[in-house]
């Protein structure tokens, strides 16, 4: 699994939006709150804005704003704004991924991945991270000492 920094500030700054909505925030406030530099957000808050995630309004009472309720609004979706796919094998998607040989199960196992790295994505969205309540079984997940940890010369 590897977050780079553009998804992890799309997510961060749409938290931040979840947190007031209906109301607004304007760049600035964002990339302060969140310690995120200003002309990059500007950037993601674009993309999220294209993507029809969130709105823009300009003058004294602008800002941007979710354009959906953050209930509505999960992790994966924001994720795919800015990285596309929520997993991929060189440029694939591992359904069109093959291996020959004896490597051939080995597809498999990047789908099956793919799929528990979805159900937590796709399953928590920005309303339960500001109510800083998790869906149950991914609050079991955070709960286990083990996913706390690194194992071996695993980087993650």
């Known amino acids: 699994m590897r977050i780079t920094a553009r998804v992890d500030y799309a997510v961060r700054a749409a938290v931040e939006l979840a947190a007031v909505a209906p109301d607004a925030l304007t760049c600035d406030r964002i990339a302060r709150a969140q310690e995120i530099p200003s002309r990059f957000l500007q950037g993601i808050l674009g993309d999220l804005q294209h993507a029809r995630l969130v709105t823009s309004q300009r003058g004294r009472e602008g800002g941007y704003r979710l354009a959906l309720p953050p209930s509505e609004i999960s992790i994966a979706r924001v994720m795919r704004v800015e990285q596309g796919f929520?997993?991929?094998?060189?440029?694939?998607?591992?359904?069109?991924?093959?291996?020959?040989?004896?490597?051939?199960?080995?597809?498999?196992?990047?789908v099956a991945a793919r799929e528990a790295y979805r159900r937590v994505l796709e399953e928590v969205t920005l309303a339960d991270v500001v109510a800083g309540k998790l869906p149950g079984h991914v609050a079991q997940l955070v709960a286990l000492d083990s996913a706390w940890r690194s194992f071996g010369d695993d980087p993650a």
């Open 86 to 110: 929520l997993a991929e094998v060189h440029g694939q998607r591992p359904e069109d991924v093959s291996y020959p040989g004896v490597a051939a199960e080995l597809a498999g196992v990047w």
